[in-house]
């Protein structure tokens, strides 16, 4: 079974829209976290946030914003006012704390195209 | 961001031949990981190590083996290429009691 299900294979906006990306995962444990990465163009791996299972306050970072909701296990990200340079593949993450070395279970990712 | 170098970034071989990636990180992190990235996929992990000598397998090791005989180096061998292996591979890093992953800046294989 899918841990991070990111529905969403790809998603056209035209700049300045508002975007959310969806995602969904999936654990038992107690104690977890989750990551958002974006990968532009470049191919490099961005690290956006990381949040863990204890802290369901949302997070704004200034178009960025994530909203963590344990009842729907989601953890969804939004960009605000979006621009060209948003333009990339993102990757939401989950790492449950229960196992040796912390593996990382990624979603299949969300390729973002900004129109301008 | 944690100093993490990949090589060679490209590589292009044939099948059957064995493929080496060396993955150096400065920052003294105890984990490290191996990673392919295919699309449809995302990012699947192939082995990650926990320690000098400490390793163990991820969802699709299959065909890889790895060895980490000191901190800063984590090697990935595919011991007989095959192209299905052809994929963009990844390293990262984590440091101890640190719940963030540092990537490298991947190394595209390809199998003929």
């Known amino acids: 079974a899918q841990k991070v299900t990111q529905a969403q294979t790809e998603i056209s906006v035209v700049e300045k829209e508002d975007v959310t990306l969806d995602c969904v995962y999936e654990?038992?444990?107690?104690?977890?976290?989750l990551f958002w990465y974006k990968q532009p163009p470049s191919g490099e791996l961005v690290f956006l946030i990381r949040?863990?299972?204890?802290?369901?306050q949302n997070e704004i970072s200034g178009r960025y914003s994530w909203n963590f909701q344990k009842s729907t296990s989601s953890f969804n990200f939004t960009i605000t006012a979006s621009q060209v340079v948003d333009s990339a593949v993102y990757f939401c993450?989950?790492?449950?704390?229960?196992?040796?070395?912390?593996?990382?279970?990624f979603g299949t990712g969300t390729s973002l195209t900004v129109i301008p | 961001d944690a100093g993490i170098t990949q090589s060679p970034r490209h590589k292009v071989t044939e099948t059957g031949t064995p493929v080496t990636l060396r993955c150096h990180q400065t920052?003294?992190?105890?984990?490290m990981y191996w990673y392919r990235q295919d699309p449809g996929h995302g990012l699947r992990l192939i082995h990650y190590?926990?320690?000098?000598?400490?390793?163990d397998k991820g969802e699709v090791s299959d065909g890889y083996s790895v060895s980490r005989s000191k901190t800063e180096d984590f090697l990935l061998t595919l011991e007989s290429a095959t192209s299905s292996q052809t994929s963009v591979y990844f390293c990262?890093?984590?440091?101890?009691?640190?719940?963030?992953?540092?990537f490298g800046s991947g190394t595209q294989l390809s199998v003929l």
């Open positions: 990262a890093t984590r440091g101890q009691g640190s719940e963030k992953l540092f």
């Open positions: 654990t038992r444990d107690t104690t977890y976290y």
């Open positions: 949040r863990n299972s204890f802290d369901e």
């Open positions: 993450a989950l790492s449950e704390a229960g196992n040796t070395g912390n593996q990382f279970y």
């Open positions: 920052e003294n992190h105890r984990y």
């Open positions: 190590s926990y320690g000098v000598k400490d390793t």
